[in-house]
């Protein structure tokens, strides 16, 4: 919940860079929300839109999270040397999400680049004498 916290927290901030676990916490904890909610909808009938059955609490959701799903995306993007506009590669009908899940699925690159420092870098070079304390406030698994 903390990953999820760290993007709402990060409402419209387009620079910088967000690690994988970041943008996929924040995306699974996004889809479980969703289905809750639309279930809820379902329960107390507020659903509209004929066969599409879409529900005011999970519109109202999601426009409450437009933003920082964008703004988290760009970050995903800035991680793996690629600019923010990549993400409007979802445009693209058909194809556009799975080139889209394909960059976000790939490793962010090491050390800075020009988007900002690296979110892994105490994981990945290491602290002091090799001891790689835990980030605090962060799960250790």
Known sequence: MQWYMDVIKK???FS????????????????????????????????????????????????????????????RMHDTNRSGWWVLINLIPCVGWIIYIVFAAQEGVAGDNQY??????????????GYNPPEPGYPTV
């Open 116 to 129: 900002g420092p690296d979110p892994k870098a105490a994981e990945r070079f290491g602290g002091p004498g």
């Open 16 to 75: 910088g860079r967000a690690r994988r676990k970041e943008f996929w916490m924040f995306v699974l904890i996004n889809a479980i929300i969703g289905i809750i909610l639309s279930i809820i909808d379902n329960i107390i009938g507020t659903t509209y839109g004929g066969s599409a059955n879409q529900g005011v609490l999970n519109s109202i959701y999601s426009l409450a999270v437009l933003i920082p799903s964008i703004a988290v995306g760009v970050r």
């Open 11 to 13: 409402y419209a901030v």
